[in-house]
């Protein structure tokens, strides 16, 4: 517990101090957790395993999920896991084909506008707009 002696004087009274300080997540990289589980895997005498998990502040869980990862591929299992959501398969290509479809919008708003200017000059002078349409 976090209790901080403070003496006034006389010597009398214990504060409990109010602080409260954060606890932080550890985090272990693959070597750590290969290292914690190959000494694990030495562990012969009874209630060596435990000191074990003392001494490193460690719970049984970590190593039953430690070996998990470790049978499914050490390198696979035991690198640090991304969090957040998956990065879905199709996202990039999704968002390459909505910006080549606005290029492509823009492009055509362009050539419309173009067209139309021909268009306007063709009646103002007097020219047909295409020969099939200055056949008719």
Known sequence: MCQKETNKGNGIGSIADP???????????????LRLLEE???CREPGEVGALLRR????????????EQRRQGELSGLQGQKRGRKAEPQ???LAQLRRENERLKVQLERAAFIIEAQKKLCQLFNLPLSEREGSR
């Open 19 to 33: 602080e409260v300080r954060p606890r932080s997540r550890r985090r272990f990289s693959a070597a750590e957790k």
């Open 91 to 93: 996202a990039a290509e």
């Open 56 to 67: 490193e502040g460690l719970y049984s869980s970590h190593l039953a999920q430690w070996r």
């Open 40 to 42: 694990a895997d030495r």
